[in-house]
């Protein structure tokens, strides 16, 4: 725990040790050796300095969790409305015709917005 300590410390850089010329230094260290940097002022972390890479990496992770998410959506979703048509009464059930009229829309305006949206 001590050396975890250690290496939290080494990492925390002040904005004014930044600005008396030591930034230069350590983005070079960062570059090369992908230590990131915590950047505080007045004793407050207010920034994280990575490499590039290390930047990348976090950004392509963020994305497959991002569409991992939507597909877990779109996978809950399809089994709610899977299982509401299974639960699905005769009463409860409408006719497109009539759907339609009580939205006051066509089929022909249905089938233009069907057109106009992509799926992914």
């Known amino acids: ?13 002040s904005v004014t040790d930044l600005s008396r010329g030591k930034a230069s230094k350590v983005v070079q260290e960062v570059a090369e050796s992908d230590k990131e940097y915590i950047i505080v002022k007045n004793n407050e972390p207010q920034a994280i300095l990575i490499s590039l890479k ?44 009539d759907v ?10 249905v089938r233009e917005l069907i057109d106009a949206v992509e799926i992914e």
């Not at 725990?1 to 850089?13: N, T, W, Y």
């Not at 569409?67 to 497109?96: F, G, I, T």
């Not at 339609?100 to 305006?109: C, H, Q």
């Open 1 to 13: 725990m001590l050396k975890d300590l250690r290496a939290v410390f080494g990492s925390i850089i």
């Open 54 to 97: 290390d930047y990348t990496k976090l950004m392509n992770s963020h994305d497959r969790v991002e569409k991992l998410e939507e597909e877990l959506e779109n996978l809950e979703l399809l089994l709610l409305a899977e299982e509401r048509v299974k639960q699905a009464r005769p009463e409860d059930l409408m006719s497109e015709k």
């Open 100 to 109: 339609l009229r009580e939205l006051g829309i066509s089929a022909g305006e």
